[in-house]
């Protein structure tokens, strides 16, 4: 079986500035994978040419085996890859139910909006991810972040993906919030969902993950497990603070 996500030699320059460097990594089927690394290492511009929303000067970026690295943002997220943002991103005067729509119908918005909507299948996520009834009909600047986050999660899964990003995902939520996303993670990891996750909280992320990839001016300083990984001098440096 090809592999859901396969980056290789992926160079991105911003001007003088190179910020993914020859960066090369695979995601395998089920995996879940830590992506860690100090602010500005280049961890969320990996994600933005994942998608498609920064090109690459240079590498390839597969999906199952398909080179798509010329495909569109809606094409990439056709073929089964998605991902949320560290500041959500909801549509502010759609409530909970009607963003959820949008993220099952993301290429044809007007339509959509003016179509009957088949209700049951929001219905059906919103509840899978946390919302009560009480919810739905919310509008996001009436929710909590974790709600928030739970709702790009839904938005996400609503796409259709099997490879899901998630940038920060637990950035901002309070102790009982975390649990509830990382419950949420765990529960579509056992349905097959496969993972790449950007995270600074690694109390939180360290069960989550099969393993880990650290990087730090956009290239591989270590991959291992957890401990291999935070055992790298490199990484005890650069990210850790410590020798």
């Known amino acids: 079986m090809s592999r859901p996500l396969e980056i290789s030699h992926l160079v991105k320059r911003f001007g003088g500035l190179t910020a993914t460097d020859d960066l090369s990594f695979v995601v395998e089927q089920g995996q879940s994978v830590g992506l860690i690394g100090p602010n500005g290492a280049g961890k969320t511009t990996v994600f933005a040419q994942i998608m498609g929303e920064y090109r690459q000067n240079s590498g390839t970026i597969s999906l199952y085996g398909k080179d798509i690295s010329r495909d569109s943002t809606p094409e990439r997220i056709r073929q089964g890859v998605s991902r949320t943002y560290q500041v959500p991103r909801p549509f502010a005067e759609m409530s909970v139910l009607e963003n959820i729509r949008v993220g099952r119908m993301p290429n044809n918005l007007w339509q959509m909006i003016r179509r009957n909507p088949q209700r049951e299948k929001e219905v059906e996520l919103a509840l899978s ?15 909590s972040m974790g709600d928030l986050r739970k709702l790009e999660m839904a938005r996400t899964i609503a796409t259709g993906t099997s490879v899901m990003l998630l940038d920060e995902v637990f950035a901002g939520l309070t102790v009982a919030e975390i649990a509830q996303i990382a419950a949420l993670i765990q529960q579509m990891r056992n349905d097959g969902m496969t993972f790449l996750i950007v995270s600074h909280d690694l109390k939180a992320l360290e069960p989550l993950v099969d393993r880990v990839i650290a990087i730090n001016y956009g290239t591989m300083i270590a991959e291992g497990s957890f401990a291999e990984v935070l055992s790298n001098k490199s990484v ?8």
Do not use: M, T
Not at 130 to 139: M, T, V, Y
Not at 236 to 243: D, E, N
């Open 236 to 243: 005890r440096s650069s990210y850790l603070g410590v020798a």
């Open 129 to 143: 991810v946390g919302f009560s009834a009480a919810d739905f009909h919310k509008i996001p600047g009436e929710l």
